[in-house]
């Protein structure tokens, strides 16, 4: 019971999570997703938009997930109460079948754009859709150069997001592929907030470039510049971009950039989903370096962030962050800032 208070002050409501990829739900999906503790049926409308409603009859809470799908209608297979994709509740065989006025599911507000199914689950006067975080590049990029995963940890979301605000640990934790060869952890990381979004940025002179981006260069051998940034926007939705250039300072033109999203959504207090999404500005149409270069990203999390940070949740048990005394270093700095925003957000919400 404990938990379950703990979930409830948490997670921010007001605000839009990624429930899936727009590969995982095509015409005849019916997706079972628990999103910050609440667990939620996902499918296609005929007319192809995606609904979401509490998987959970109100009459003995079965699963309505486990139901049977006529068009866009759901029947429960426990006792045959039948919903549309509004969960309003439509047909009844029991007595005189009339239906309970209480006899419905929640809805929830759902935007599907750039690849992602965003959701809503506050307040539904609140949905703003012009907050969901911009993506588009994932659609302006050729389908050849665009990639998505989708991943799932066992750990609070909080850890997620820190692993992404201090990538410092890319000097130490990775392997060859991304490694930045002890060059990220002396640097201080530019830290700025503007208005909700938090940056955090590292540029550095290092010596061949990140393996991932060198081998693209003309001289891969050579110095070039480089940078990261990520754009934190609540509550651990992020927006990472790394770039390798020579001979000059434009990134964007004369370089060879990576523009990332990682985006994190609690399942419960320590569980979470994670979707990543990639798109670059280099070898564009060439689909099996496309293939090759997510499978390698996907390599690197899985069999080297994942472990870690799983086992770092392991260690930390049911303990609050800060309860453990966490020592504080330089590259930290992102981190940090993105805690304590999110701590406020949680405050305004929950007053
Ligand atoms: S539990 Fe769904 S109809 Fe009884
Ligand atoms: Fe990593």
Wanted: overall charge negative; charged content about 25%.
């Amino acid at each position: 019971m404990e938990l379950i208070n703990k979930k409830d002050t948490s997670f921010l409501k007001n605000t839009w999570y990624v429930a899936a990829l727009t590969t995982e739900i095509d015409a005849d999906t019916m997706l079972s997703r628990k999103i910050i503790g609440e667990t939620l049926l996902f499918y296609r409308k005929q007319n192809g938009e995606v609904t979401a409603i509490r998987d959970r009859c109100p009459h003995r809470f079965a699963p309505l997930s486990k139901g049977v799908r006529d068009g866009d209608e759901i029947t429960c297979s426990y006792h045959g109460l039948k919903f549309n994709s509004d969960g309003q509740c439509t047909h009844s065989s029991h007595g005189s079948g009339k239906i309970p006025k209480a006899c419905k599911v929640r809805s929830f507000p759902v935007e599907e754009r750039d690849g992602f199914i965003w959701i809503w689950m506050g307040n539904q006067e609140k949905a703003d859709t012009t907050q969901i975080m911009d993506c588009s590049i994932l659609n302006r990029k050729p389908e050849s150069a665009v990639g998505y995963i989708y991943m799932y940890n066992k750990c609070n979301y909080q850890l997620l997001t820190d692993n992404i605000m201090d990538l410092s640990h890319i000097d130490h934790l990775h392997g060859p592929l991304i490694n930045t060869n002890g060059k990220l952890s002396p640097l201080l990381p530019k830290v700025e907030e503007n208005g909700s979004v938090v940056s955090v940025r590292w540029d550095w002179l290092a010596e061949p470039a990140m393996q991932l981006l060198a081998v693209h260069l003309e001289r891969p051998e050579d110095q070039a510049n480089q940078f990261f940034q990520v754009n934190w926007h609540a509550p651990s939705n992020m927006h990472l971009q790394v770039a390798a250039v020579q001979d000059s300072m434009d990134y964007e033109n004369d370089g060879r950039m990576l523009y990332d999203y990682h985006i994190m959504t609690p399942e419960s207090e320590f569980s979470t989903h994670y979707f990543f999404a990639s798109a670059r500005n280099y070898l564009e149409d060439d689909a099996e370096y496309n293939a090759a270069k997510m499978a390698g990203m996907k390599q690197a999390f899985v069999e080297e962030d994942k472990p870690m940070i799983e086992a770092q949740q392991q260690e930390m048990g049911e303990a609050g962050f800060w309860e453990l005394n966490p020592i504080l270093l330089s590259s930290d700095a992102g981190g940090i800032r993105v805690r304590r925003k999110l701590a406020e957000l949680l405050e305004i919400e929950s007053a």
